[in-house]
């Protein structure tokens, strides 16, 4: 199975909303490099921020993937909910381009905007 780093993907236990039935989540507070290449490039570097960056990504590529997926915001943890494992694969495809490591995150980074986002 390929790396899904620096996300990890997780079955919720039951009871629990159909179209919430994984998280995929990422400890932004413990990512320090990425953190510090966010903020290299005049990003927060937050789990705000790696929301809006990743909604960003997502409806350039797959905009019908954003009615699929759930975002949380705030504290340390970036969360999105998927109803099944094909929309969790389908989230992981779309995002490791650009956030898998860290050279990726960085080009991604330096054509983006810091004007065009709010984190």
């Known amino acids: ?10 079955v919720l236990p039951p009871p629990t909303a159909p179209e919430r039935q994984l998280a995929i989540f990422a400890d932004v507070g413990g ?35 954003l009615e699929e997926l759930a975002f949380e915001e705030g504290g340390h943890t970036f969360v999105a909910y998927a109803p099944n494992q094909a929309v969790a694969d389908r989230f992981l495809a779309c995002v490791l381009p650009f956030f898998g490591t860290l050279p990726r995150l960085q080009n991604y980074l330096s054509q983006a905007d810091p004007e065009d986002f709010f984190a």
């Open 1 to 10: 199975m390929p790396s899904s780093f620096p996300f990890q993907v997780a």
């Open 31 to 65: 990512l320090e490099e990425y953190y510090v290449l966010f903020r290299n490039y005049g990003f927060g570097g937050t789990a705000e921020s790696w929301v809006e960056h990743l909604q960003t990504i997502i409806e350039e590529h797959q905009p019908e993937l």
